[in-house]
């Protein structure tokens, strides 16, 4: 690689590497696993960065690298998750306790998601990829993302936890006047 391509992905890393850990971290549910799979993507990125910063959207392409990724994870061994009731919390020290409450209920919910519905999940409504987006990063039809959608939500909907976060929120916006509707 040459020396300005280098500087382009060191650049790109930079700039994305926060951005990049944090998809990887709602695809895999564990902090530590994130890190690796974005290393892994990014690696691959790196072998082919000539092809990825010529593409129109450099970090659609590094994204669609990162969700391959995962899915290589299930798909080459079996990895023995063990799923706890409550993933560790991981609050920064500017986050408020109920925030991490209500991030390691969100993280239970899409642990119990299956790959694809998550993966769909985090892109659409965690990311804001249109159907269209999410659709060319997963390699599939806009409608598979729109079922695998609407199949996760509907799960997501049932997490105890979640309605329980759901119902208070639209109490604090009622109190506040917000309003509480959808």
Known sequence: ?????????????????????RTAYLLTGDRHHAEDLTQTALAKA?????????????????????????????????????????????????DAVSRADERGTLMAALAGLPPRQRAVVVLRYWEDLSEAEAAEVLGCSPGTVKSQASKGLAKLRTFPGLARTQESSARDRAAAGQGGGR
Not at 1 to 21: D, G, I, K, P, T
Not at 70 to 86: G, H, I, P, Q, Y
């Open 46 to 94: 790196y072998r082919s960065w000539r092809r990825v910063s010529r593409s129109d959207h450099p970090e659609a392409y590094v994204r669609r690298m990162l969700v391959s990724c995962n899915s290589d994870r299930f798909r080459k061994r079996r990895v023995a998750e063990s799923l706890t009731a409550v993933p560790p919390e991981y609050a920064g020290p500017d």
């Open 1 to 21: 690689m040459q020396a300005e391509q280098e500087a382009q992905f060191q650049e790109f890393v930079r700039a994305r590497w926060s951005h990049l850990v």
